[in-house]
């Protein structure tokens, strides 16, 4: 990371960091990849993840997953924090929540490919995991998105009450 890039994430370091309780992207920040000839995934996993439920107004609880290849860009994993929990008083149904989060990383970094994956506590007796994922028009990562979502959960998981 270059002297330039450090003076421009504002987040990582920062001693008074501000937590925003409604969603906020723009706290999201990127910085350069080192690597971007280089095709490989970064995962964070995000197991502390909260909502609201837009009709009822009550907690909704969840492992986010997000994996991605990177292309120039890559995000910054505190500001990432930082947009998650921003998501703490946002009312938005479990599938709207992984596509919103995904749409907002990919005009952020422009990724070769990305995958959100919500992992939902049960609520009322149900649990809802919903997958959204996108490659890159135009580029093997468009045929890999597809061949990923047409596979996506074809195995049983073993769930044992989350």
């Known amino acids: 990371m270059s002297i ?3 003076e421009e994430l504002t987040k990582l ?3 008074n960091t501000e937590y925003k309780t ?4 723009s706290v999201l920040e990127t910085f ?3 690597h971007p000839d280089n095709d490989y995934f970064v995962k964070f996993n995000c197991p502390e993840f909260t909502s609201l439920c ?3 107004g009550q907690p909704d609880f969840a492992t986010i997953t997000i994996a991605y290849v990177p292309d120039k860009n890559m995000v910054e994993s505190k500001s990432l924090k930082l947009y998650l929990f921003s998501f703490r008083n946002h009312g938005d149904f479990h599938e709207d929540c992984v596509n919103i ?3 907002d990383l990919i005009k952020l970094m422009d990724p070769k490919y ?3 994956t919500g992992k939902f506590l049960p ?3 149900i649990s809802i995991d919903p997958y959204c994922n996108y490659g890159r028009p135009g580029t093997k990562w468009e045929n890999v998105a597809w061949d990923r979502m047409t596979h996506h959960d074809m195995y049983i998981e073993k769930i044992d009450n989350r």
């Open 123 to 125: 609520r009322g007796g």
């Open 54 to 56: 837009p009709i009822t």
């Open 101 to 103: 989060i995904m749409k």
């Open 32 to 34: 350069s990849n080192k």
């Open 22 to 25: 409604d969603y906020d992207p």
């Open 4 to 6: 330039r890039e450090k």
């Open 114 to 116: 990305i995958e959100v």
């Open 13 to 15: 370091g920062s001693r």
